[in-house]
């Protein structure tokens, strides 16, 4: 069975400081990856995915997410944190090599930025 | 020009009653979803509808039933509540071959007292 797992209830990082949010994966056949963030009360927004292609992706907000098959990994990055980012941040997994599949989400994790 | 509308966006209700959470798209999109996000911030598929045909039925209750009069609305009927069924409802929608992933609604949270 597909599956996400983020190690991390929650990350701590000081206002311009670099941020990495962990994600790993568990999937049969190629994995579509995903990250959405969640803020307070609100619905969950697409930030970035990995299809194929380069290892190296950059979503919305200045985001970038680096895919590592050996290490079944693709964690969330950004180099430069803002007070803005603290969010809840999903990690999620597609097969589309089975019909009818639906995202399946990590547990999440809690950003905090701090000024 | 909201992309997927819910409504309510809050409901509270007692124990035993019936509701329904509507949900539409007006993205064209051929697939449309429900997810729970407990109390934990924990989201888990419950239903999934390619063109108004069940594809997913997560296990989930009896007492929860999508209904899907077109491929632009899900709705979510729930029977019976009970206070377990507080949570927050995401509506959700795809296409098959969109590899951008879902389109959210911004929720339904439901408290049952």
């Known amino acids: 069975a597909q599956s996400v797992a983020q190690p991390e209830d929650q990350v701590n990082v000081a206002e311009g400081n670099p941020l990495t949010v962990k994600c790993t994966y568990s999937?049969?056949?190629?994995?579509?990856l995903f990250w959405y963030v969640q803020y307070p009360n609100r619905g969950l927004q697409f930030l970035l995915k990995?299809?194929?292609?380069?290892?190296l992706v950059k979503g919305s907000y200045g985001f970038e997410a680096e895919f590592n098959k050996s290490q079944t990994s693709f964690h969330l990055k950004k180099p430069s944190a803002l007070v803005s980012d603290s969010a809840l941040y999903f990690c999620?997994?597609?097969?589309?090599?089975?019909?009818?599949?639906?995202?399946?989400f990590g547990k999440g994790t809690t950003l905090s930025v701090s000024s | 020009d909201t992309a997927v509308s819910q409504t309510p966006k809050y409901l509270v209700t007692q124990m035993g009653n019936d509701k329904s959470i509507k949900c539409e798209q007006n993205?064209?999109?051929?697939?449309m979803y429900w997810y729970k996000q407990d109390s934990k911030k924990f989201l888990k598929i419950m239903f999934s509808?390619?063109?108004?045909?069940?594809?997913i039925n997560e296990t989930v209750p009896n007492r929860f039933s999508p209904k899907s009069p077109d491929k632009a609305h899900l709705n979510l009927h729930i029977n019976s509540l009970e206070l377990g069924d507080s949570a927050v409802y995401f509506c959700?929608?795809?296409?098959?071959?969109?590899?951008?992933?879902?389109?959210f609604g911004s929720g339904t949270r439901l408290t049952v007292v």
């Open positions: 990995y299809i194929t292609g380069d290892n």
């Open positions: 999937v049969s056949g190629n994995p579509y």
């Open positions: 999620a997994v597609r097969d589309f090599s089975q019909a009818g599949t639906a995202l399946i």
């Open positions: 993205l064209g999109h051929d697939t």
């Open positions: 509808y390619n063109n108004k045909e069940l594809i």
């Open positions: 959700a929608s795809s296409q098959d071959s969109d590899i951008y992933g879902y389109t």
